[in-house]
């Protein structure tokens, strides 16, 4: 058994840490319309969540997303997520696509 410790490793190290690319936001939302209005929203709604009221990063999403059909600049089509709940919006409506069903919101 004391042999084996002497036998250097076939596999070598693996890398400490794999990092994901960054995400690419669309061009859509770095647009002057887009973002006036988001801002728009934010000043006649308030700068919270709509769904859990966090303060913390609060953006603009749209209820019914843009590559389903949802108007792209309709302030009744935007509400206004945090990070948590957009993130969680986002993946219900993906697998909503992917399985062929509604969105569980």
Request: hydrophobic share 30%; net charge positive.
């Amino acid at each position: 058994m004391g042999q084996l410790k002497r036998l250097p490793s076939r596999l070598g190290r693996a890398p400490s840490r794999v990092r994901s690319m960054p995400k690419k936001a669309e061009a859509f939302y770095q647009s002057k319309e887009w973002r006036a209005l988001v801002r728009s929203i934010k000043a006649e709604r308030g700068n919270w969540c709509e769904r859990c009221g966090s303060g913390h990063r609060v953006a603009g999403d749209h209820k019914v997303e843009r590559r389903d059909g949802g108007a792209e600049l309709d302030p009744a089509n935007v509400e206004l997520l945090c990070q948590p709940c957009h993130n969680r919006k986002t993946a219900a409506a993906k697998a909503a696509r992917v399985t062929g069903g509604r969105p569980k919101v």
